[in-house]
């Protein structure tokens, strides 16, 4: 379980195609910290740490995170977000975060409002009745908070600290996205009766 408070950016050094799989190893000031089998949230996708060398990384990516999740598209010199797992008597400053991508999206909009940001969103629609207004979105990892929600887009806004210390200041207008919608709205959909959830959405 992860928060959605970004630990540390990392940087891809190598990827490498292993049959269907794809193999990353990944800079980092958190790399040294880490122990083999660990569970590390890289953009949002829960990975396991198999190798470690000095400052750097290395884990897998299976061909369903591949097809699913951004991860495919790592190239070396890309910088990644990275946050170690929750400690059972550490402080949810975010909101609950598996690691289970659910989609990718698409930055559509970025503006510049001279002290923060507004960055604008496409997602998938399926997914539209697992979001809403003021809600909590993990997005590469990280825990914001999303308005102006519509259908298919939403908008979050950036403060300066996560501009700074995440990759959301490299994302550019086609920039693909990791996102993971709010655990609680999965069960409460799941648990209830098929077109209610929808019906009373739309009311």
Not at 11 to 39: C, M, Y
Not at 66 to 81: A, E, M, S, V
Not at 136 to 143: E, K, M, P, R, V
Not at 179 to 196: A, C, H, N, Q
């Amino acid at each position: 379980m992860f928060t959605g408070i970004i630990e540390s950016l990392g940087i891809i050094t190598k990827a490498e195609r292993h049959g269907t799989n794809k193999t990353f190893w990944i800079n980092s000031p958190l790399s040294n910290e880490l122990k083999v089998d660990q569970s590390l949230s890289h953009n949002g996708v829960c990975l396991t740490v198999e190798e470690i060398r000095d400052d750097s990384h290395r884990v897998t990516a299976v061909q369903e995170t591949l097809d699913k999740t951004n991860l495919g598209l790592w190239k070396p010199g890309d910088f990644i977000n990275l946050e170690r797992c929750l400690p059972i008597n550490g402080r949810l400053d975010g909101h609950m975060v598996q690691g289970h991508v659910d989609a990718s999206g698409e930055l559509i909009r970025k503006t510049d409002l001279d002290g923060s940001w507004e960055l604008t969103f496409s997602y998938p629609p399926e997914f539209s009745h697992l979001i809403i207004e003021k809600g909590s979105i993990s997005l590469n990892g990280i825990s914001l908070t999303v308005f102006n929600v519509t259908s298919n887009n939403f908008t979050v806004a950036i403060i300066p600290y996560t501009y700074e210390h995440t990759n959301i200041k490299n994302l550019e207008p086609g920039s693909r996205v990791n996102l993971e919608f709010d655990l609680i709205g999965k069960y409460v959909s799941k648990l209830m009766p098929p077109g209610i959830m929808f019906s009373a959405l739309g009311r």
